[in-house]
């Protein structure tokens, strides 16, 4: 019986293309409705970080409060002092009787305490709140208002914790350098101008997306990164992703998105 002499080539092309380190085979969902802001009291320089979602086209809102941690690293506030309530446009009623869902969950009867205007509500178990909230992506609150019949919030509630990651990420993201990459990505293809210095990773496969990190080469910032843009790939076209370097503004998602859609990138 002849023996099988196996095509080596053949054998290669069915091998599945592993993605590298600097490419991306999936994207990542980051974009969140959650806003942070901080404060410190200058009488005793104690910080308060907030977490904010608000129902577009109305004053309805979740409000998150941490006082004595930051809500960013530490979503529980484990360190601090955490206060979790709904405003509303109107007044509620002295009970402060809710229900309140998570999803496909069943509705819960929780007596939520008032605020002293009449137009909040404050959750009875913060941090049980919280987490229920980290697991979740829609939240329904039925809550009475004054002299008028029980009224139904629903709120998008999903991406409380990537927005909390999203402001590191992008801290990460500005401090790479091109050594750095070059250790974790390997040797990407350069192309250099008098300002700039572009070390673009092709995709492995077309249906991955592969990454250009942009170095600026010229005065104070030369040597930082100041932006990374999709290259190559059936997806770039669509997703038009690109990063600059705005702390704290809405490109700290995207920066996230990048990171954690890359395998390796953050190794």
Known sequence: MAAVIADPEAQQASKPVEPSKCEIASMTNADSPWQYSEKKNEM????TTIAGLRNVGTGQQIIL???????RSDALCSRG???VYVALD???DSSGNVRIRFDDGAPIRQSWGRSDDYKALFAPNARAFVAQLLKSKEFLFEYPPYE???ETIHFHVAGLKESGDADSMEQFVRSLTNDELVTTCGTGSEETSATRT?????????SNIGLQFEFSTYGSDAGHLIAIAPIGGEKSEKYKLAWYGNI???DAATAHRIV???PGLLA
């Open 260 to 262: 954690t859609s890359s």
């Open 44 to 47: 005793d320089g104690r910080e």
């Open 198 to 206: 572009n070390v673009n990773y092709l995709p492995n496969s077309p």
């Open 65 to 71: 409060r941490c006082s004595g941690s930051d809500l």
């Open 90 to 92: 109107d007044m509620v």
């Open 148 to 150: 008028k019949v029980p």
């Open 81 to 83: 002092k955490l206060e």
């Open 248 to 250: 704290g503004g809405p």
